[in-house]
């Protein structure tokens, strides 16, 4: 690789550092004037590795906010704030399965991690390391499934692997619960790091037979976010570019600003390392850092001592830059750029929990009051007694749906009139003359059989009132079926109201809701009734004081003449033989045209006599001006008087009915009727818990940014 490729990828992995470095600048260039001040605001950690005749030491100099950095970041962890959506900034360590992430990470911690065929990392596991001034303050401690426990350093690796099995059972299984070590200890650098599960393809020794898919899943749920940084575990002796690792980061990271490689087994293959990692074939935006794996007998102290004579003396290894090479140089890298990414994390993550808490506290007060005693719980009664009432007002009677604007069947004015429409329709067939060949017939039986003793020039009433009545005996049953189908709508929409308003307080919600289907069923039981005494009066009284009976009847008699006339003519063609189809008959579908009602079929009415149709013709016309009249009555009539209680229920009757079932005394104190369910008393407490979680940490994160503001 180029001397500028190379510096460009250094270059890139400085980014992360920039804002540590200028505040470093920035404190060294006030203390200037006082050198014992600036030194008593500093404080150094140190990470020193020694062996044989010669020592390596890592001094890091942070501010005294750095180790608050970390602190503060774990405790936000440590309260779970991830839960609510808050992705903190972590170092994520991932690599294919024997890669040697459990040996970079002893070496990091000084430490001895769990070993063995197949899987050894179940679960993630969070490694805080924490440097401490001298040996009394060592601190080790393991937590899982809000158990921590103090341990000592010879058990990390035992209560690792108890801790697992509890979590992912005795088997091969993984999870996504952690367990979290937390390692205090002189030399031990100020680092947060999560070990995920190495990645393996084949299952064996009793795995899942989706482990591969088990533990991609688990890793891209740890990168995905933008704010972890991503440490990529890579084996010297493997082909870079086809290491499953590899693959998975650049699904999420594709130019590599947020891995950095670590290369381990040097020593077992470095044969061409220089060239890989040189030459980036991978695109690893932070660089590489090359080390060699302690042995398992050997202590830190001896393995960093053989790591640097490795690298200083390798006749290829040793033209690498002394930033590439080394434990020490990883956990100074490792350091610095966890340092940056919580400085410049910061800001966005108190926006979002300022953005969570907002939404959290939106949501706890929307919903219903928790009710303490039983004023407020009267309160609350008589309000959503007066939401209820005013929100079927306006869907009922003034036909305003702007509450449930995307349910059509609660635009209620809508839905009747489509319902009343419908209705009218029916009773306009049931009157109209049809082209199926009845025109008249019905009337000339009827004439016939009514005949008797009399003037032939009065039509006998006795037939008018049977025909009227047969006609209202066939549109009963739509309009009983229409009283019906009203109330059940309006049921449905008034009980989806009562559910919105009720739904926390399951008591109330059952009271009301059996109060008003009550109420219901004896309105819906008025209305037949009223719909079957209307019908029984147009079955008896042939009444009318409105003149558009007259004044149809006489319209629709000046046509009679010109009817005969056609008819006469239909009947000679069809005598004669042949097809006609004269603009006033159709001999084919022997129909004939009546001015003002249309096509009728006459083919029953062919061979009776002209003046006996003569009579039925006008018995016909005042059957039909007289259905005019009573289609006008019924159809608005109906309506009118479905519409009129159903407004009169919920203007007035709806209120009553609920002050008397379910606030009288037999039914208890209101506080016990509101009592809410289950389900929001969990929600509420969810709710309550989350804001304060939020709070807490969004003073948490706020303090942190305060102090490093004043320091800066």
């Known amino acids: 690789m180029s001397t500028s490729s190379f510096d460009e990828r250094m270059q890139m992995s400085s980014l992360f550092m920039s804002d540590i470095v200028q505040n470093q600048e920035n404190a060294n260039a006030s203390g200037n004037e006082n050198e014992e001040e600036r030194e008593e605001g500093m404080e150094t950690t140190q990470v020193e590795v020694s062996g044989g005749d010669s020592s390596l030491s890592l001094n890091v100099s942070y501010k005294k906010e750095i180790r608050p950095l970390l602190d503060a970041i774990d405790k936000l962890r440590n309260m779970d704030i991830m839960k609510e959506g808050i992705q903190l900034p972590s170092i994520v360590v991932v690599g294919d399965q024997s890669s040697g992430k459990s040996s970079v990470l002893e070496s990091l911690a000084g430490i001895k991690l769990p070993r063995g065929q197949g899987i050894c990392t179940r679960v993630p596991l969070i490694m805080r390391l924490q440097s401490c001034a001298d040996q009394s303050q060592t601190e080790i401690s393991i937590e899982f499934n809000g158990i921590k426990q103090i341990i000592h350093e010879q058990e990390i690796t035992s209560?690792?692997?108890?801790?697992?099995?509890?979590?992912?059972?005795?088997?091969?299984?993984?999870?996504?619960?952690?367990?979290?070590?937390?390692?205090?200890?002189?030399?031990?650098?100020?680092?947060?790091?999560?070990?995920?599960?190495?990645?393996?393809?084949?299952?064996?020794?009793?795995?899942?037979?989706?482990?591969?898919?088990?533990?991609?899943?688990?890793?891209?749920?740890?990168?995905?976010?933008?704010?972890?940084?991503?440490?990529?575990?890579?084996?010297?002796?493997?082909?870079?570019?086809?290491?499953?690792?590899?693959?998975?980061?650049?699904?999420?990271?594709?130019?590599?600003?947020?891995?950095?490689?670590?290369?381990?087994?040097?020593?077992?293959?470095?044969?061409?390392?220089?060239?890989?990692?040189?030459?980036?074939?991978?695109?690893?935006?932070?660089?590489?850092?090359?080390?060699?794996?302690?042995?398992?007998?050997?202590?830190?102290?001896?393995?960093?001592?053989?790591?640097?004579?490795?690298?200083?003396?390798?006749?290829?290894?040793?033209?690498?830059?002394?930033?590439?090479?080394?434990?020490?140089?990883?956990a100074k890298k490792l350091m610095g750029i966890q340092s940056a990414s919580i400085h410049r994390s910061l800001p966005d993550i108190l926006k979002e929990i300022e953005s969570m808490l907002e939404r959290r506290q939106g949501e706890l007060s929307s919903l219903p009051p928790h009710l303490c005693n039983p004023g407020e719980a009267e309160v609350v009664f008589v309000k959503l007694l007066n939401d209820m009432k005013e929100s079927l007002k306006k869907i009922v009677i003034h036909g305003e749906f702007q509450q449930f604007a995307d349910d059509p069947q609660m635009h209620c004015t809508a839905r009747l009139r489509e319902m009343f429409e419908k209705y009218y329709r029916g009773l306009c067939l049931c009157g109209a003359p049809s082209a199926n060949g009845k025109f008249l017939g019905r009337e000339t039986e009827m004439l016939e059989e009514a005949k008797g003793v009399g003037l032939p020039n009065f039509l006998p009433r006795s037939v008018f009132l049977q025909l009227v009545q047969h006609m209202v005996e066939e549109v009963s049953d739509m309009s009983v079926a229409l009283a019906s189908d009203v109330w059940d709508y309006l049921e449905s929409v008034i009980c989806k109201v009562v559910h919105l308003y009720c739904q926390c307080y399951p008591q109330l919600h059952s009271r009301v809701k059996r109060a008003l289907q009550g109420l219901i069923m004896q309105k819906k039981k008025e209305c037949i009734d009223h719909v079957k005494e209307c019908i029984d009066k147009e079955k008896d009284i042939d009444f009318t004081l409105t003149p558009v009976y007259m004044e149809t009847y006489t319209e629709l008699l000046k046509a009679k003449s010109q009817f005969m006339d056609r008819l006469g003519k239909l009947i000679h063609q069809a005598k004669r033989g042949g097809y006609s189809r004269d603009s006033g008959f159709d001999l084919e579908e022997k129909t004939v045209l009546v001015e003002g009602i249309g096509h009728v079929g006459v083919a029953d009415i062919m061979e009776i006599p002209i003046e006996r149709l003569e009579s039925a013709y006008e018995m016909q016309m005042s059957i039909l001006a007289y259905w005019k009249v009573v289609l006008f009555r019924m159809g608005d009539g109906i309506p009118l008087h479905l519409q009129f209680i159903s407004r009169k229920l919920v203007g007035s009757e709806f209120e009553s009915q609920i002050l008397k079932d379910v606030g009288g005394p037999n039914f208890g104190s209101m506080e016990k009727v509101l009592t809410e369910s289950p389900s929001v008393a969990t929600k509420r407490k969810s709710l309550m818990n989350s804001v304060h979680l939020l709070r807490e940490s969004k003073t948490t994160v706020a303090e942190l940014m305060h102090r490093n503001a004043v320091v800066v």
């Open 159 to 330: 209560k690792i692997e108890l801790a697992t099995q509890a979590i992912a059972g005795q088997h091969k299984g993984i999870s996504y619960s952690p367990i979290i070590l937390h390692i205090k200890k002189v030399g031990t650098p100020d680092l947060t790091m999560v070990d995920l599960p190495g990645i393996t393809r084949v299952p064996v020794g009793g795995q899942p037979a989706d482990i591969h898919e088990q533990i991609s899943d688990i890793i891209k749920h740890y990168i995905s976010p933008k704010e972890s940084i991503i440490l990529n575990v890579l084996a010297a002796n493997v082909d870079f570019p086809t290491c499953e690792s590899i693959k998975m980061s650049q699904d999420v990271d594709e130019h590599g600003e947020r891995t950095l490689a670590v290369v381990t087994k040097s020593d077992l293959a470095p044969e061409g390392l220089l060239e890989k990692v040189t030459g980036d074939a991978v695109n690893i935006g932070l660089g590489y850092v090359c080390v060699r794996n302690g042995i398992r007998d050997e202590t830190n102290e001896e393995a960093r001592r053989k790591e640097k004579e490795f690298f200083d003396f390798h006749p290829q290894l040793r033209k690498l830059d002394k930033s590439m090479v080394g434990i020490p140089v990883l």
